[in-house]
């Protein structure tokens, strides 16, 4: 089916428009700030209507120079064009308060539409070809954005080793889509997924592995997620652009090659084991961090640790529910990062603190375990949550649930508490599971269906599911030596990170800037 010119526009749009700021790049340019608005409002209304013809004429491909070039129109493609399209009106809405007399005001938000129709691009990409084009572009996109601040050191080092590390991921993609080419003598999705099925000769193989290492790249996963906490240097719009769009494209990279990837033990064990060490890392160093947008830097650092989990656990759905979940709150919680201050000043204020003991612990993780049992037992065959990588996700995310009931059952937890922790994580448990029924209703049609699980699948599931329940229980017995002297030295070894970012500077170069006069 041809694709009617009208699901094309939306990238179209905010690229003329971007080059409309080429004219007044400096202070307040004008009503040009309107028209990004007005640009982003326009594509969205694209997006709805893309969304609309989906559901009456059903998915749809452009395609383009022998089929290298192709743009698809499906329930995936469509979900996140809308959530680009909404979040870029809403960033630059923020944008037009925000940067309001700054000195290169136009530019910023040239760069910031140009930034939206290369993701825009990559979301809609039915080929590996325009794939790479999109991600390249955004790489260089998002560089000068970056650099906004251009005399500031940290700022220069951000962006060059951002460059680095992307561009690294960028050279990847490129030998591998080389390497599906000879193998299949195709880059459109649809065919290699097709393919993938039937065989998955070793030149495809090292093609996945390829692709697996891409994703691990892009979406800043241990040990190369250095750079994604130093670009706080950039303007609050950057950061909530970069941690809210940009930083998922390798999940999206990953949801587009799902048959290829999922056709691969090796490559799904890969994801699971670097998915959830990275989570585990990410989430650990988060707590040790004093300033409200370097936790939310480390936070997006789990965040994709946890969506490659997922992705390796054959759970595609509920992966790119995840990524439309993390996007919206991430970037709410960039842009309302001020209010967080203060929010956090009133909750240190001196009072009564619930410290939960030994048995407390014990207690809260028995009762959030049978409530989630309990709700897998009523609901999960309703919910169709009845392979084990589902169960198994849904374990781990309710052993976070765990800590709240601990906090609830401590000896100073007032009654009040108890009950709501109790029904908190009723409430995780039911949420699971109708989540889950969701992302398989809008898009288990489009996706690979979790696999049946392997003697080395199960051993990673319990792996997994063991290792993010002991860091759990770590976590809620914290408070008990939290005073502890050793406990004072740890917490300023976990906030740097445990100093990996430093050597990956020394690694590549040592990135050394000298501030401009």
Known sequence: MTLPILALIAPLVLAVAALAFATQPGRRPGNLPRLAEAATLLAF???????????????????????????????????LSLLVTFLGWVILRYTRSYLDGEAREGAFHGWMLAALAAVLVLVQAGTMLVLIAAFIAAGVVLRQLLLFYSDRP????????????WGLGDVVLVVAAALLWQ????????????????????????????????????????????WLTEVMEAPTPV????????????????IAVAGLVQASPGAMAALVMVGGFTALFGAIVMLAQSAVKTALAWSTVAQMGFLLLQCGLGLWALALLHIVAHSLYKAHAFLASGGAVAAV????????????????VAQAFVIALVIYAGIAACFGQIAGTKS??????????????AYLVAQGLADAAPRALTLRTAAASLAAAVA??????????????????????TALEWALIVLAVGSFGLIAVAQALFPLWAHHPAAAG??????????????????????????TT
């Open 45 to 79: 209304a694209l997006a709805i209507g893309g969304l609309l013809q989906l559901v009456l004429a059903g998915p749809a491909q452009a395609v383009a120079v022998a089929g290298l070039i192709s743009m698809r129109l499906d329930a995936v493609s469509a979900t």
């Open 154 to 165: 940290e700022a220069q080092r951000a962006a060059t080793k951002f460059t680095l590390v």
């Open 183 to 226: 193998t299949y003598g195709t880059f459109a999705f649809d065919a290699l997924n097709a393919a993938a099925a039937s065989s998955l000769p070793a030149t495809a193989q090292g093609a996945v592995a390829l692709l697996v290492l891409a994703a691990m790249i892009k979406t800043a996963t241990f040990p190369l997620h250095g």
């Open 239 to 254: 950061s909530a652009l970069l941690h809210a769009g940009i930083i998922n494209a390798g999940g999206v990279l990953l």
């Open 345 to 360: 000043r009133e909750a240190r204020k001196p009072g009564l603190v619930a410290v939960p003991h030994m048995r407390a």
């Open 388 to 401: 084990a990588q589902a169960l198994a996700l849904g374990a781990i995310l309710i052993f976070g649930v």
């Open 432 to 453: 699971y599971f109708g989540f889950h029924a969701l992302a398989g209703l809008l898009w288990g049609a489009s996706l690979p269906a979790a696999p049946v699980p």
């Open 490 to 515: 740890l917490r300023v070894h976990v906030a740097n990170g445990f100093y990996l970012n430093a050597v990956l500077d020394r690694l590549i170069g040592g990135l050394k800037t000298t501030k």
